[in-house]
């Protein structure tokens, strides 16, 4: 139970990084979350909304899992793994801040996983 609770606000988070991402990029809430100029905000509008579209395709396969119960466990742990890895390399390449909001949620459902 409280493995699919951190995979459903996990799948949560990237609907809003969806969200944030291709439509709010270069919006004033979108330009504060990100540190962006309104002219960075435009320059990279369209790359911003393909990284939504990942984003969104990572939610879909969690909450895909989820609907699955016990039969998707291996599902949730692939997309986990998912999230995990562009947790890192978002981390490494473009913000620190990325490792807590995205790569650690995801080791927490995993731990989760493992325990149940």
Request: contains cysteine; proline residues 3%.
């Amino acid at each position: 139970m409280a493995a699919n609770i951190v995979i459903a606000l996990v799948a949560l988070l990237h609907v809003c990084f969806l969200v944030l991402e291709m439509f709010l990029w270069d919006k004033p809430i979108g330009r504060r979350i990100f540190g962006q100029t309104p002219e960075q905000a435009q320059s990279t509008k369209v790359l911003a909304a393909n990284q939504g579209l990942y984003n969104g395709f990572l939610a879909a396969g969690l909450i895909w899992g989820l609907s699955l119960g016990s039969a998707g466990t291996h599902i949730k742990v692939f997309f986990l793994c998912c999230v995990f890895v562009a947790g890192i390399y978002g981390a490494a390449t473009a913000s620190r801040k990325i490792l807590f909001v995205q790569a650690l949620p995801a080791v927490a459902g995993l731990a989760l996983l493992w325990l149940a």
